[in-house]
C-alpha cells in the first residue's frame, strides 16, 4: 500500500459525459501527479499540481482539467468524453516537506470505461 | 526532448534464475533520475528501484540491482533468484532533475516460470 488513495476504483459512463476522479496523497507530500496509462498511448504525465498550484503540464486535453484543494486532495474531471479517453488514471504523489528525494508513489488508479 | 526505450517487449525466466531487463533513454541533461517500476496484474505501479545521475554506485534493493551506464545511456534491471512474485510488467521511467515528471518506456512483461 503506497499511502496514495483513489476513488473511485472503476467508472463507468457514456460519451459525451463529465466524470471526476479523485485522489488523496500520502500524508504529508505536497504534490500530486496525473498519468494516464492507455494501450496506444502508455504511461503518459497528464499535469502536476504542488501545494495547491498547477507546476506542470504535459499531454493533457482541453477537455480535462484538475486542481488541488487546500487539504491537498486533487480532483481530475473530464468532460465531453469520447471511447478514446477509455484508460487507466493514475494518481501519484511526492515531495514531503524536506525530503531530499521526489520518488513519486502511485495509487491504485480508476479504471474509466467509455461506452 | 528525453525519451525512454524498452527493447525487449516479452521476457522469461526460470524461478530462481537471474534476468535482465534492458532500457535506453536519451538525454542531454546531466541532472536525472531514473526508475524501475513494477506493474503486477492488480495494476498497482510499484516502485522498484531508483538511481541518481550523479551517483555511479549501481543502486541495489534485495535481490534488484541496477546496470547504470551513464555515457551509454543505459540503465538495466537485473532480478536474481527471480520469484513468482516477480511475474509483472516492468516500466523503466525517467525523470528530469528541473521537473518532475516521470516518462515512461513501454514495459517488458516478464513471466516466471515455476
Known amino acids: 500500500d503506497s499511502g496514495v488513495t483513489q476513488t473511485p476504483k472503476h467508472l463507468i459512463t457514456a460519451t459525451g459525459q463529465r466524470v471526476t476522479l479523485r485522489c488523496s496523497p500520502r500524508s504529508g507530500d505536497l504534490s500530486v501527479y496525473w498519468y494516464q496509462q492507455s494501450l496506444d498511448q502508455g504511461l503518459q504525465f497528464l499535469i502536476q499540481y504542488y501545494n495547491g498550484e498547477e507546476r506542470a503540464k504535459g499531454n493533457i486535453l482541453e477537455r480535462f482539467s484538475a486542481q488541488q484543494f487546500p487539504d491537498l486532495h486533487s480532483e481530475l474531471n473530464l468532460s465531453s468524453l469520447e471511447l478514446g479517453d477509455s484508460a487507466l488514471y493514475f494518481c501519484a504523489s511526492s515531495a514531503r516537506e524536506g525530503a531530499i528525494t521526489d520518488t513519486q508513489y502511485f495509487g491504485p488508479g480508476t479504471r474509466l470505461t467509455v461506452l | 526532448a528525453q525519451t525512454v526505450t524498452q527493447s525487449q517487449p516479452e521476457m522469461s525466466v526460470q524461478e530462481a534464475e537471474t534476468v535482465t531487463l534492458s532500457c535506453t533513454y536519451d538525454?542531454?541533461?546531466?541532472?536525472?533520475?531514473l526508475f524501475w517500476y513494477k506493474q503486477p496484474p492488480s495494476r498497482q505501479m510499484i516502485l522498484v528501484i531508483r538511481?541518481?545521475?550523479?551517483?555511479?554506485q549501481n543502486a541495489t534493493e534485495n535481490r534488484f540491482s541496477v546496470n547504470f551506464q551513464k555515457a551509454a545511456k543505459s540503465f538495466s534491471l537485473k532480478i536474481s533468484d527471480s520469484q513468482l512474485g516477480d511475474a509483472a510488467m516492468y516500466f523503466c521511467?525517467?525523470?528530469?532533475?528541473?521537473?518532475?515528471?516521470?516518462?515512461f518506456g513501454t514495459g517488458t512483461l516478464l513471466a516466471v516460470q515455476p
Open positions: 538511481q541518481e545521475a550523479y551517483k555511479q
Open positions: 538525454t542531454s541533461e546531466s541532472d536525472y533520475y
Open positions: 521511467a525517467y525523470r528530469s532533475g528541473a521537473t518532475n515528471k516521470l516518462i
